[in-house]
């Protein structure tokens, strides 16, 4: 079924996954066809490389217009505020998160769109959750408004394939971390932040406890998985827009000590902030068995080998 996904629209595109998954997807499909949007026009190639359209999710007629506009039959809707950010601004992460969605789900079902992909999180997951383990099918027990409105974005998706036969799916992801764009409001940026501040100044002080452990992603994965599940075909899938996915689980001491491997005189200082309270109510670990099982997941990098590609790639971005 991949051969239907030819002209691609992409909300959230100026985050940290959209940025790196647009280049992506323009690889794969053709940078003509790959259509970026966001509330704010970045620099750069994320709109030198292909089409970009400034876009509020809220603005229906505005996205059913670029839908139009540019024939679009696939959706990767990525626009929302993230676990921090949306503790600090709750109504304005319902509206983005939830009425964004809607938006998107009726906007495809409306123009009769091929496929739409919706990101859940780890953040759907709470106090009465397994922590260890994870199972793919348990209870939702959020605790923050991030977590809530991708609890009711997972439950919408999936109204939205049983009612209306429309092909929407998502993966809960993990902490992703990447080289190439900064983090945006999220509990586990943290696990950016060290990679930058190792090699720019050789300490860094984690909002987190050195004992605290999630789950997390490489880039190159995040990606990879994203993909994968958008190729696989609709009639193997049991789950649609809930699939657990990972590659790693570490604690921040872990983290640390890792990097202290390669940059010996590192250092790296604790201090709890209200974002501890949010990790504590998430998993340690998560598993990912129903996503290998229904599409094949597989990820690439594990804790060593993804440190080994982000010091390299930083410490070559900040000699130069």
């Not at 509020?56 to 993230?82: C, S």
């Not at 049983?162 to 092909?167: A, E, F, I, V």
């Not at 090699?199 to 997390?216: I, N, S």
């Not at 340690?284 to 129903?290: E, P, R, V």
């Amino acid at each position: 079924m991949a051969k239907e996904m030819k002209r691609i629209l992409m909300t959230g595109a100026a985050g940290q996954i959209g940025s790196e998954l647009a280049h992506a997807l323009r690889s794969k499909y053709g940078a003509g066809n790959v259509l970026v949007t966001d509330v704010v026009r970045p620099e750069g190639p994320l709109v030198e490389s292909g089409p970009f359209e400034m876009l509020n999710v809220i603005d229906r007629p505005a996205l059913e217009g670029l839908i139009r506009k540019y024939r679009i039959d696939t959706v990767y809707h990525l626009a929302a505020l993230l676990s921090a950010t949306g503790e600090k601004n709750p109504q304005k992460a319902w509206d983005v998160n939830i009425n964004g969605l809607y938006n998107v789900l009726e906007a495809a079902r409306g123009l009769g769109l091929v496929r739409v992909f919706s990101p859940s999180s780890i953040a759907v997951f709470g106090p009465a959750t397994p922590r260890e383990n994870t199972p793919q099918d348990t209870v939702l027990d959020p605790k923050t408004i991030y977590g809530v409105t991708k609890v009711a974005g997972e439950l919408l998706c999936d109204y939205y394939v049983q009612k209306y036969g429309l092909d929407a799916r998502g993966c809960r992801y993990p902490g992703i971390i990447s080289h190439q764009t900064l983090p945006g409001g999220g509990t586990t940026d943290y696990a950016v932040a060290i990679f930058y501040e190792a090699v720019k100044r050789g300490r860094y002080t984690c909002f987190l406890r050195e004992d605290t452990r999630l789950p997390m992603m490489y880039m190159p994965d995040c990606l990879k998985c994203t993909i994968d599940l958008m190729e696989a075909d609709f009639a193997n899938l049991r789950h649609h827009s809930n699939f657990n996915v990972t590659a790693m689980s570490f604690t921040a001491g872990e983290l640390a000590a890792e990097i202290k491997k390669r940059v010996p005189s590192f250092i790296c200082e604790y201090k709890p902030d209200f974002r501890q309270a949010i990790a504590d109510s998430w998993p340690a670990s998560i598993d990912d068995s129903a996503a290998r099982r229904e599409w094949g997941w597989r990820p690439g990098y594990d804790l060593a080998r993804m440190t080994d590609d982000m010091l390299a790639v930083l410490g070559r971005r900040f000699a130069a």
